[in-house]
């Protein structure tokens, strides 16, 4: 198969440049500017209509969202065991995915980027306020999870869900949360962070943790 990643540095388009280096797969990649507008240049929404990162083109096909590439990234290749065996697991794994896209994700945006959400200023502040604490319950969530894992998200293995929520455990950084007071997010992040692809693709990013 032939991949090519479309992906902004330090964007959710992260998690399946890290996945993708994790597979050892041949890839290539594209860089988009975010603040330049690249995501939304014809050539890009071709691919793209939503003008979003991450897009993955496999075999000259466009596939896009987070949750429908890392599935069919850790699907694709069993022998690698970035995806669970056993159906319930597989399941369980899908739904994490799902939360993590659905609902902890667009927090965040909210927080983020309150002007898609609303275009009177005051209601701006509104929306940033209710994201920026929505965005906290939902990493201090992923703590709890985490507390009663052994190791990886999923349990012993390792899988596509992993580097997906060092995604976020970065943003928390970012946004200056008190990121460290989530001990077990912490220590999963750290585990996440010392695998070597995790460590060539943030060198590749140009990205650090803070």
């Known amino acids: 198969m032939d991949f090519k990643l479309y992906y902004a540095p330090g964007a959710c388009s992260f998690a399946p440049h890290m996945v993708l280096e994790e597979l050892g797969m041949p890839y ?86 309150p002007i898609r959400y609303a275009d009177d200023a005051a209601a701006q502040e509104a929306v940033k306020a209710k994201g920026f604490a929505s965005f906290h319950d939902y990493l201090k969530q992923v703590d709890g999870w985490l507390a009663k894992s052994p190791k990886w998200m999923m349990g012993e293995q390792y899988t596509v869900g992993d580097p997906y929520l060092l995604v976020f455990y970065r943003w928390g950084v970012k946004s200056k949360l008190p990121m460290k007071e989530l001990v077990h997010y912490t220590r999963h992040a750290e585990r996440v962070m010392a695998r070597p692809a995790v460590q060539r693709v943030m060198a590749d990013e140009g990205i650090t943790l803070g």
């Open 28 to 113: 290539t990649t594209q860089k988009l500017d975010l603040a330049a507008g690249d995501q939304r240049k014809p050539e890009y929404l071709k691919l793209n209509p939503h003008g979003r990162v991450p897009t993955l083109v496999v075999d000259g096909k466009p596939l896009t969202e987070n949750v429908a590439i890392l599935t069919f990234l850790g699907g694709a290749f069993p022998d690698k065991g970035l995806w669970p065996k056993e159906t319930w697991s597989q399941a369980m794994l899908l739904s994490a995915l799902a939360w993590i896209g659905g609902t902890m994700h667009p927090a965040f945006a909210h927080f983020f980027r």
